[in-house]
């Protein structure tokens, strides 16, 4: 069976939302019709919209679009970058 691009996608924001649910944040995945799922992580202002993509065969956690604005999905510290960005 295969897995499509969207439900990887789901299974990163998944694993990420379970990371940052144990370092104390609350986030939730969106799954809009018609457009890519993300992850909303609850912080003031607003919420941090992080989105699972892929380049060039890898996956990567995009908040923005600078390269300081993301990370690899599967980089050990994924979850600690992007706790420093919402808390």
Do not use: C, N, Y
């Not at 998944?14 to 992580?41: C, F, I, M, N, Y």
């Not at 996956?59 to 970058?81: E, N, P, S």
């Amino acid at each position: 069976m295969s897995v499509s691009s969207t439900e990887q996608q789901f299974i990163h924001l998944v694993r990420l939302a379970w990371d940052l649910h144990k370092r104390g944040l609350s986030a939730a995945v969106d799954l809009p019709r018609r457009q890519e799922p993300t992850l909303l992580v609850s912080r003031v202002p607003g919420p941090l919209r992080v989105m699972a993509v892929a380049k060039g065969g890898r996956w990567f956690f995009t908040w923005g679009r600078g390269r300081k604005q993301r990370v690899r999905a599967l980089a050990d510290d994924a979850a600690d970058r992007i706790w420093e960005v919402a808390r």
